[in-house]
């Protein structure tokens, strides 16, 4: 089944590394005021879709499509991935998504969109995209990991409505939704023909290369080994400083995302723990107020039960958004700084063709130095020749080099552009969060106090 | 000691008690304990370990006149041993931590506070000359340990089977026998989860001091760190005042219902402890009954003695049990009254200061 494929799930692995990026990133006036107009605005949730925690979805999503892009330009572009419904049975079961999308755009055929989509389909116009854009230098978005764990629980569920509540499913529709959101942010790429067909066709090929056992799985995972290989093997000698320095900024920036998400993650699951335990001391409260003689002490412990009921429901929202707008956040961003490592590569691998052409002329030119020792002048011209055309490939193979790197150049750029503002919104949300929840617990105490105070 | 209106006054405690800081002296924990007559300005401090305090019980508990008394439960020992502070440690941070929590023995010194006040504005205990050498002087009465032999256990196991399944003629006395019975198990159940929430928010207090370090860190660490300087600033007081917050929250909330939950279910066991006394002198009874029913002639007189006498124990037991349970009962709903208005108090006061932090820090980066 195309859900379990081991060898893509190598793909989506977060590689070990380390990164530093600039950070100083100052807007310049006339990108301040843009900032504010269009300071990521925060989705209506759909009203017929129940499903969605809206509360999560006014305070959480970060709207990634309109933040400003390096040209100045907006993509006015909304995608919302919800309603998670199990279709089939048994072990050909598999969760289907409804995809959203609202867009002014004139490059779309409508203005709203809906279709449903499975996961295959994700993964599928992921592969499409790296086949397209990865060579040519563009950061492409990378794809939710598989979890074959997720896939079996929902397989093994027994209604619909069981497995919609798996929290695997919630990460999932989460992940998926931030995942064409960034697809859409990117200038080119909102563009991208495969791209269009995902949010608009009814119906797509199934995506069939995203198998276990299929050809194109084999390949990748050769190409893995490749990757490997020539990570270890190709070394460049890099002249421009720019990028040296980036690489470093890149490797530096990694190192404290993982420790960072590390950490954020042994947050929420604390805070999951003291929900579960808020929960615990509530029922003892209810038992002790129900065998409780006297009234008003009785009362009063059957209503502090309710005040921790609702405590719970603060720390669950609490530990949910810490998750989804901040956790989540860093590690899609590890996965980012993965895919960009991959395009550094692209570009080195660009580079070690210039450098062989480069070679393969010295050679010529050498033998040509031979022939003219040696008087062999017959065979000088066609040497020429050769030495002419391979002269032309070089100029190609620099060409290509600089034309990769200058692209590599402005996506790198407009991932540092994105990343100040997705952090900073991140920062907020926690922020808003911590307060939030704050002023949830003065008034659930509030509400009990007077309580409390009747009791003698 | 009731009045015309045939109300009990209510008994002034001789002294009011501090136990003002706990250190450890080698393997023994000492404990500062401050007292004040009523009606003096000098405070007396003397010195002592947790077995007087266990000797100070065992003696209140063996002297004249304490029939049915409802005795308050021993405070827990004081912890010394590096494994109990593993296990704290384990607690209150959760997961393989390289530091381990100090010893703090803030909470046993309330919990002995309490007891001894407890002790003090008892009726029938405040004014006992133990009590008050024991708060007094200088010099620890000699240490004799209590010894509880398997005996001791094993009569008490068989005791507890008989007596349970002892039918009290007395309704309200079974019916008290019955809640008590409920209200253990309860208040057992409530004082432990309530402790589980404790130990969660100083997990969380650490888990935000992680990341208050590893910021501070990587800002020195790494020429550009994750987050500007300009976020990092508020974002960092309110990580720490998050850290903060869950610790205080924990702490009050342990010092305010957590301590009165685990008193109350001690004192719910000493309640039990008293109950079954008086059903075990009705068990007596009934044994001297049949005796006497049985008894041949010559016997008979000695029988109808021992009856009587029995009868009359009995007889003093369920008068002076009574007062005691309703004392008792007064006592319970005022402490957790207090307890709970402390706690809703705490927090209230600290989300309030928090909202204001984590407001200020919102506004900060909202501005950028």
């Known amino acids: 089944d195309d859900e379990e494929d081991v060898a893509a799930e190598e793909q989506s692995k977060i590689e070990p590394a380390e990164t530093e990026i600039s950070l100083d990133y100052d807007p310049e006036p006339a990108q301040v005021e843009k900032e504010e107009e269009v300071a990521p605005k925060i989705e209506e949730p759909v009203k017929e879709l129940p499903k969605i925690p809206e509360r999560l979805k006014e305070d959480v999503e970060i709207d990634l499509a309109s933040s400003s892009q390096t040209e100045d330009k907006v993509n006015d572009i909304t995608i919302l991935v919800s309603d998670p419904h199990k279709v089939g049975d048994g072990m050909n079961a598999y969760m289907s998504y409804v995809v959203r999308t609202k867009t002014s755009m004139a490059i779309f055929k409508h203005a709203e969109l809906t279709v449903d989509r499975r996961f295959s389909d994700f993964l599928g116009l992921h592969e499409k995209l790296l086949a397209k854009h990865r060579h040519a230098g563009r950061l492409v978005p990378p794809a939710p990991e598989k979890s074959i ?284 969060n911590l307060m939030k929840s704050q002023e949830q617990n003065i008034k659930n105490w509030e509400g009990f106090m007077p309580e409390a105070r009747a009791i003698a | 000691m009731a009045d015309a209106n045939g109300i009990a006054k209510q008994f002034q405690p001789p002294f009011t008690v501090k136990v003002l800081s706990a250190a450890k002296n080698g393997e023994v924990v000492e404990f500062f304990v401050e007292s004040t007559k009523i009606a003096e300005e000098r405070a007396n401090v003397v010195i002592r370990q947790h077995e007087d305090f266990v000797w100070l019980l065992h003696c209140l508990q063996t002297m004249e006149n304490v029939t049915s008394v409802i005795f308050p439960p021993l405070p827990d020992r004081p912890m010394t041993s590096l494994q109990a502070a593993e296990k704290k440690t384990k607690k209150q941070v959760g997961g393989k931590p390289s530091i381990l929590v100090g010893d703090d023995y803030g909470v046993n010194c309330k919990a002995n506070e309490k007891f001894l006040n407890l002790l003090l504005s008892h009726p029938r205990l405040g004014n006992s000359s133990v009590l008050q050498k024991f708060i007094r002087e200088k010099e620890a009465p000699p240490r004799v340990k209590v010894r509880r032999g398997i005996f001791g256990v094993l009569t008490k196991v068989v005791d507890d089977i008989r007596v349970s399944n002892f039918k009290d003629s007395n309704q309200d006395f079974q019916q008290t026998r019955v809640s008590n019975e409920e209200n253990i198990k309860d208040m057992k159940q409530a004082a432990s989860s309530f402790q589980k929430i404790v130990d969660t928010q100083h997990r969380i207090s650490n888990a935000y001091t992680e990341i208050y370090s590893l910021l501070q860190q990587m800002a020195v660490d790494h020429a550009t760190p994750v987050f500007s300087s300009q976020l990092t600033s508020p974002l960092n007081e309110a990580i720490q005042h998050a850290s903060e917050l869950s610790n205080v929250s924990a702490t009050n909330s342990q010092r305010s219902l957590g301590s009165t939950l685990h008193l109350y279910a001690g004192y719910s066991q000493s309640q039990h402890d008293m109950l079954q006394k008086r059903v075990q002198k009705a068990i007596e009874l009934d044994g001297a009954k049949r005796n006497y029913e049985k008894a041949k002639p010559q016997k008979k007189t000695q029988a109808e003695n021992d009856m009587r006498k029995l009868e009359n124990e009995l007889e003093v037991m369920t008068s002076l049990a009574k007062p005691e349970l309703e004392r008792f009962n007064r006592q319970r709903i005022l402490a957790l009254q207090a307890g709970l208005t402390q706690l809703a108090d705490s927090e209230i006061k600290n989300s309030r200061d928090a909202v204001a932090v984590f407001a200020k820090s919102c506004s900060c980066v909202q501005q950028m």
Not at chain 1, 378 to 394: F, H, N, P, Y
């Open chain 1, 149 to 432: 764990v997720g896939m079996t629980l929902i397989k093994m569920s027994k209604t619909d409505e069981e497995a919609s509540s798996i929290d695997f499913v919630e990460k999932r529709r989460a992940a998926l939704e931030r995942y064409l959101n960034r697809i859409a942010r990117h200038s080119l790429m909102v563009q991208d023909q495969d791209f269009k067909d995902f949010l608009e066709q009814e119906e797509l090929p199934q995506a069939t290369n995203t198998r276990a056992l299929s050809g194109a799985g084999v390949m990748r995972l050769v190409k893995n080994v490749e990757g490997a290989f020539s990570k270890i093997t190709i070394k460049m000698t890099e002249e421009d400083s720019w990028f040296e320095e980036k690489q470093q900024q890149i490797e530096s920036l990694e190192q404290q995302l993982k420790r960072l998400h590390g950490a954020f993650e042994s947050l929420v699951h604390h805070r999951k723990e003291l929900a579960v335990n808020t929960a615990l001391f509530a029922k003892s409260s209810a038992t002790l107020g129900n065998a409780e003689e006297h009234t008003a002490l009785s009362r009063a412990l059957a209503q502090l039960s309710d005040a921790f009921e609702k405590i719970e429901t603060v720390h669950q929202e609490q530990s949910n958004t810490d998750y989804y707008a901040v956790a989540e956040t860093l590690a899609d961003y590890l996965r980012i700084i993965a895919e960009l490592k991959e395009i550094f590569l692209v570009r080195v691998k660009s580079w070690q063709n210039w450098q062989n052409a480069e070679q393969n002329v010295q050679r010529k030119k050498e033998t040509e130095a031979k022939m003219q020792a040696s008087g062999r002048t017959d065979k000088i011209a066609v040497i020429q020749a050769d030495i002419k055309e391979l002269e032309t490939r070089v100029q190609t193979c620099k060409s290509d080099f600089d034309e990769l790197s200058a692209t590599i150049k402005k996506e790198i750029q407009s991932f540092e552009q994105d990343r100040v503002v997705d952090f900073r919104q991140l920062v907020l949300i926690f922020l808003k």
